[in-house]
Protein backbone atom coordinates (compact mmCIF):
# COMPACT_ATOMS: atom_id res chain seq x y z
CA UNK A 1 0.00 0.00 0.00
CA UNK A 2 3.31 2.73 -0.48
CA UNK A 3 1.71 5.30 -1.92
CA UNK A 4 4.97 6.46 -4.42
CA UNK A 5 7.30 4.09 -4.88
CA UNK A 6 10.42 4.38 -6.97
CA UNK A 7 12.58 1.75 -8.43
CA UNK A 8 15.34 0.89 -8.22
CA UNK A 9 16.57 1.60 -4.81
CA UNK A 10 20.29 1.57 -5.34
CA UNK A 11 21.89 2.38 -8.85
CA UNK A 12 25.53 1.29 -9.71
CA UNK A 13 26.48 2.19 -13.34
CA UNK A 14 29.56 3.08 -15.64
CA UNK A 15 29.71 6.33 -17.19
CA UNK A 16 28.52 6.57 -20.52
CA UNK A 17 25.44 4.19 -19.88
CA UNK A 18 21.81 4.70 -20.01
CA UNK A 19 19.48 4.19 -17.44
CA UNK A 20 15.92 4.79 -16.67
CA UNK A 21 14.07 5.39 -12.90
CA UNK A 22 10.72 4.01 -12.70
CA UNK A 23 8.17 6.23 -10.45
CA UNK A 24 4.64 5.46 -9.45
CA UNK A 25 2.30 6.92 -7.10
CA UNK A 26 -1.30 5.28 -6.10
CA UNK A 27 -2.36 8.49 -4.29
CA UNK A 28 -5.26 9.35 -7.56
CA UNK A 29 -2.90 12.88 -7.26
CA UNK A 30 -2.24 15.08 -10.79
CA UNK A 31 1.05 16.32 -10.58
CA UNK A 32 4.62 13.83 -10.44
CA UNK A 33 7.84 15.00 -9.36
CA UNK A 34 11.45 14.53 -9.79
CA UNK A 35 13.91 15.93 -7.98
CA UNK A 36 17.64 15.92 -7.27
CA UNK A 37 19.42 15.54 -4.44
CA UNK A 38 23.00 16.00 -3.88
CA UNK A 39 25.37 15.26 -1.31
CA UNK A 40 25.45 18.23 0.21
CA UNK A 41 21.78 17.31 0.96
CA UNK A 42 20.51 20.17 -1.23
CA UNK A 43 17.11 19.65 -3.09
CA UNK A 44 16.43 20.80 -6.66
CA UNK A 45 13.27 20.36 -8.82
CA UNK A 46 14.11 19.26 -12.36
CA UNK A 47 10.63 18.46 -14.10
CA UNK A 48 7.20 18.29 -12.99
CA UNK A 49 3.62 16.98 -14.92
CA UNK A 50 0.28 17.45 -14.54
CA UNK A 51 -2.33 15.35 -15.97
CA UNK A 52 0.50 13.71 -18.25
CA UNK A 53 1.73 17.41 -19.34
CA UNK A 54 5.08 19.01 -18.70
CA UNK A 55 4.69 22.08 -16.79
CA UNK A 56 7.67 22.20 -15.00
CA UNK A 57 11.34 21.79 -17.05
CA UNK A 58 14.40 22.99 -14.76
CA UNK A 59 17.62 23.55 -16.47
CA UNK A 60 18.65 19.94 -17.00
CA UNK A 61 20.69 18.32 -19.53
CA UNK A 62 18.69 16.87 -22.31
CA UNK A 63 20.86 13.98 -21.28
CA UNK A 64 17.42 13.50 -19.03
CA UNK A 65 14.23 12.96 -20.55
CA UNK A 66 10.78 12.33 -18.34
CA UNK A 67 8.37 10.06 -19.52
CA UNK A 68 4.74 10.46 -17.91
CA UNK A 69 2.51 7.21 -19.64
CA UNK A 70 -0.34 8.28 -17.43
CA UNK A 71 -0.89 10.55 -14.60
CA UNK A 72 -0.02 7.55 -11.94
CA UNK A 73 3.84 6.97 -13.71
CA UNK A 74 6.17 9.32 -13.97
CA UNK A 75 10.01 7.58 -15.05
CA UNK A 76 13.48 9.27 -15.95
CA UNK A 77 15.59 8.57 -18.42
CA UNK A 78 19.14 9.19 -18.49
CA UNK A 79 21.40 9.16 -21.31
CA UNK A 80 25.33 8.78 -20.94
CA UNK A 81 25.96 8.95 -17.45
CA UNK A 82 28.10 11.22 -15.97
CA UNK A 83 30.07 11.46 -12.75
CA UNK A 84 28.14 14.66 -11.38
CA UNK A 85 25.34 12.63 -12.04
CA UNK A 86 25.58 10.54 -8.65
CA UNK A 87 22.76 11.51 -6.54
CA UNK A 88 19.43 10.78 -4.64
CA UNK A 89 17.02 11.24 -7.10
CA UNK A 90 13.05 11.42 -5.44
CA UNK A 91 9.78 11.44 -7.19
CA UNK A 92 7.27 13.22 -5.41
CA UNK A 93 3.37 13.66 -6.51
CA UNK A 94 0.77 16.50 -5.23
CA UNK A 95 -2.71 16.64 -5.36
CA UNK A 96 -2.64 20.00 -7.04
CA UNK A 97 0.33 21.87 -8.22
CA UNK A 98 -1.63 25.04 -6.62
CA UNK A 99 -2.10 25.86 -2.85
CA UNK A 100 -2.76 22.59 -1.59
CA UNK A 101 0.56 20.94 -3.23
CA UNK A 102 2.24 19.11 0.01
CA UNK A 103 4.70 17.04 -1.74
CA UNK A 104 4.64 13.09 -1.23
CA UNK A 105 7.92 11.90 -1.57
CA UNK A 106 8.90 8.64 -2.56
CA UNK A 107 11.92 6.59 -1.20
CA UNK A 108 14.37 7.79 -3.55
CA UNK A 109 16.71 5.91 -6.02
CA UNK A 110 20.65 6.29 -4.83
CA UNK A 111 22.33 6.48 -8.40
CA UNK A 112 25.92 5.92 -8.57
CA UNK A 113 28.26 6.30 -11.68
CA UNK A 114 31.46 5.24 -11.56
CA UNK B 1 15.81 32.68 -9.85
CA UNK B 2 13.93 32.19 -7.06
CA UNK B 3 15.75 31.48 -4.01
CA UNK B 4 14.89 30.56 -0.17
CA UNK B 5 17.79 30.92 1.73
CA UNK B 6 17.94 28.82 4.77
CA UNK B 7 20.11 28.92 7.81
CA UNK B 8 21.97 27.26 9.71
CA UNK B 9 23.33 24.67 7.63
CA UNK B 10 24.26 22.69 10.29
CA UNK B 11 22.85 22.53 14.06
CA UNK B 12 24.31 19.85 17.06
CA UNK B 13 22.75 20.38 20.15
CA UNK B 14 22.53 18.13 23.58
CA UNK B 15 19.32 16.16 24.26
CA UNK B 16 16.65 19.21 25.99
CA UNK B 17 18.22 22.14 24.08
CA UNK B 18 16.21 24.26 21.90
CA UNK B 19 16.31 24.39 17.94
CA UNK B 20 15.59 26.99 15.66
CA UNK B 21 16.24 27.28 11.60
CA UNK B 22 15.22 30.01 9.94
CA UNK B 23 14.22 30.82 5.73
CA UNK B 24 14.20 33.85 4.00
CA UNK B 25 13.21 34.89 0.56
CA UNK B 26 14.17 38.61 -0.99
CA UNK B 27 10.26 38.33 -2.62
CA UNK B 28 6.77 37.67 -1.33
CA UNK B 29 5.89 34.16 -0.68
CA UNK B 30 2.19 32.56 -1.78
CA UNK B 31 2.92 30.08 0.94
CA UNK B 32 5.45 27.76 2.86
CA UNK B 33 6.09 24.30 3.35
CA UNK B 34 8.27 22.19 6.06
CA UNK B 35 9.64 19.44 5.63
CA UNK B 36 11.39 16.53 8.02
CA UNK B 37 14.21 14.35 6.28
CA UNK B 38 15.43 11.13 8.67
CA UNK B 39 19.16 9.87 7.77
CA UNK B 40 18.92 7.64 5.09
CA UNK B 41 14.77 9.02 4.23
CA UNK B 42 13.18 10.90 1.87
CA UNK B 43 11.01 14.43 2.96
CA UNK B 44 8.20 14.17 4.64
CA UNK B 45 5.59 16.89 4.76
CA UNK B 46 4.98 18.23 8.21
CA UNK B 47 3.43 21.67 7.69
CA UNK B 48 2.19 24.53 5.66
CA UNK B 49 1.74 28.31 6.61
CA UNK B 50 -0.21 30.54 4.29
CA UNK B 51 -1.36 33.76 6.18
CA UNK B 52 0.87 36.73 6.95
CA UNK B 53 1.77 36.01 10.64
CA UNK B 54 1.14 32.33 10.89
CA UNK B 55 1.86 30.74 13.69
CA UNK B 56 1.64 26.85 14.25
CA UNK B 57 2.01 24.13 16.86
CA UNK B 58 2.65 20.36 16.47
CA UNK B 59 3.30 19.40 19.78
CA UNK B 60 7.07 20.58 20.60
CA UNK B 61 7.76 22.44 16.94
CA UNK B 62 6.43 25.89 16.60
CA UNK B 63 6.64 27.28 12.84
CA UNK B 64 5.95 31.13 12.27
CA UNK B 65 5.34 32.72 8.67
CA UNK B 66 6.69 36.33 8.81
CA UNK B 67 4.01 39.35 8.65
CA UNK B 68 5.49 40.23 5.15
CA UNK B 69 5.28 36.83 4.03
CA UNK B 70 8.95 36.58 2.94
CA UNK B 71 10.32 34.80 6.14
CA UNK B 72 9.79 31.69 8.32
CA UNK B 73 11.29 29.80 11.69
CA UNK B 74 10.91 25.96 12.97
CA UNK B 75 11.48 26.16 16.63
CA UNK B 76 11.81 23.11 18.07
CA UNK B 77 11.55 22.88 22.43
CA UNK B 78 13.36 20.77 24.20
CA UNK B 79 15.12 18.26 21.13
CA UNK B 80 15.00 14.82 21.13
CA UNK B 81 17.45 12.06 20.01
CA UNK B 82 14.27 11.29 17.49
CA UNK B 83 14.12 14.80 16.60
CA UNK B 84 17.85 14.19 14.15
CA UNK B 85 16.97 14.88 10.61
CA UNK B 86 17.57 17.38 7.64
CA UNK B 87 14.63 20.05 8.16
CA UNK B 88 13.73 21.87 4.61
CA UNK B 89 11.19 25.04 4.03
CA UNK B 90 9.66 24.98 0.40
CA UNK B 91 8.61 28.57 -0.10
CA UNK B 92 6.44 28.53 -3.52
CA UNK B 93 6.62 30.96 -6.07
CA UNK B 94 3.79 30.93 -8.53
CA UNK B 95 3.60 27.45 -9.61
CA UNK B 96 6.83 26.38 -8.08
CA UNK B 97 7.86 25.57 -5.07
CA UNK B 98 11.70 26.25 -3.83
CA UNK B 99 13.27 24.40 -0.96
CA UNK B 100 15.98 25.29 0.63
CA UNK B 101 19.07 24.11 1.29
CA UNK B 102 18.31 22.32 5.02
CA UNK B 103 19.35 22.28 8.30
CA UNK B 104 20.73 19.43 9.30
CA UNK B 105 19.76 18.81 13.07
CA UNK B 106 22.21 16.20 15.34
CA UNK B 107 20.92 15.73 19.01
CA UNK B 108 23.65 14.52 21.49
CA UNK B 109 22.13 12.61 24.50
Known amino acids: DTAVSQTPKYLVTQMGNDKSIKCEQNLGHDTMYWYKQDSKKFLKIMFSYNNKELIINETVPNRFSPKSPDKAHLNLHINSLELGDSAVYFCASSYDRGRADTQYFGPGTRLTVL | GQQVMQIPQYQHVQEGEDFTTYCNSSTTLSNIQWYKQRPGGHPVFLIQLVKSGEVKKQKRLTFQFGEAKKNSSLHITATQTTDVGTYFC?????????FGAGTILRVKS
Open chain 2, 90 to 98: AGRYGNKLV
